[in-house]
């Protein structure tokens, strides 16, 4: 195949991401910052770079999937980045969730070097990034999302070019609220089935069936009548994009009171050390509010 893939940051989504790249027949380069995050791939084929620019000087389509906007910034931009190993004509595709402000300042450099850049955050979590079923949200060019998106179907299903840059960005943020909130009604519902007597598992199959039916109730209210909380998307995470979402909000002047009840629920969950369980573990805060009222007190206002 004739493009060579890069990919930098091989985590809970990033690893399984690159590893569909490979199998697909691609070409492959890889890099992050623990050589222990590069071993399934390199046992699979891929080659390892010890830099940033490194990997964009053997690459033309350069993946990240990192953390947060500092950690973008700094692969991109930072010393040895990709941008002083890129060539012009190449393609940067961020697929981490982060500022869609500083995306845009991001592919404003690049395209200075002749660089274009796509921003393309992903939904699905990482049983999507095993099954190669993410759903990916595009900012950029329309001709460089039909450059990419042979590789977007490669690690995705649902592929929508939203718009310009950081488009991509702003439709993750209103997933995030989305999914945020919906995981909050459920975490209520669930509760209230409990306290009334009534098995919340038939309370779940029960609204399955119906107009209150969503992925959200379908995975992660199992999650919660089981309160197996292993991680598909984890807790601190969803607070980072949350963060994101009230800094865009407080830049437009809205008011989004649904996202900030969700980010104080995570704000809550991640106080309390259970950082790396996953977002749906909000059902804990509201099981241990009903267990223990006194509990209310210690919450930021809105909450309990």
Request: with cysteine; aromatic share 4%.
């Amino acid at each position: 195949m004739g493009e060579r893939i890069g990919f930098i940051g091989l985590g809970i989504m990033g690893r399984p991401m690159a590893l569909n790249l490979l199998r697909a027949g691609y070409s492959l380069a890889v890099h992050a910052r623990r050589v222990e995050s590069m071993r399934p791939l390199i046992e699979a084929g891929a080659s390892a770079c010890g830099s940033p620019a490194e990997l964009a000087d053997r690459s033309d389509v350069i993946f990240t999937m990192v953390s947060d906007t500092p950690d973008v910034e700094s692969v991109i931009l930072g010393e040895n980045g990709v941008l002083a190993g890129v060539h012009p004509g190449s393609v940067v595709v961020d697929m981490s969730t982060i500022s869609a402000a500083v995306t845009r300042r991001l592919a404003e450099r690049l395209g200075e070097r002749g660089v274009e850049m796509l921003d393309a955050p992903v939904s699905g979590g990482e049983a999507g990034a095993i099954d190669g079923r993410l759903s990916i949200m595009v900012g950029g060019a329309e001709s460089t999302f039909a450059r990419v998106l042979p590789l977007f179907h490669v690690m995705g299903e649902n592929i929508v070019h939203v718009g310009g840059h950081g488009a991509g960005q702003v439709c993750k943020s209103c997933n995030q609220i989305l999914v945020g909130a919906t995981i909050v009604a459920v975490a209520e519902a669930m509760r209230l089935a409990q306290a009334s007597d009534v098995d919340p598992a038939r309370v779940r199959a029960a609204l399955l069936g119906g107009f209150a039916g969503s992925r959200v109730l379908d995975v992660h209210g199992q999650r919660m009548i089981d309160e197996n909380f292993e991680p598909g998307f984890k807790a601190r995470l969803h607070q980072k994009d949350m963060r994101i979402v009230a800094e865009a909000a407080q830049e437009l002047g809205l008011s989004l009171p649904s996202a900030n009840a969700v980010a104080r629920y995570l704000d809550v969950l991640v106080g309390q050390g259970l950082g790396e369980l996953d977002s749906s573990a909000i059902y804990l805060v509201l099981r241990d509010l009903s267990r223990e009222p006194s509990a209310h007190s210690s919450l930021p206002s809105g909450i309990g």
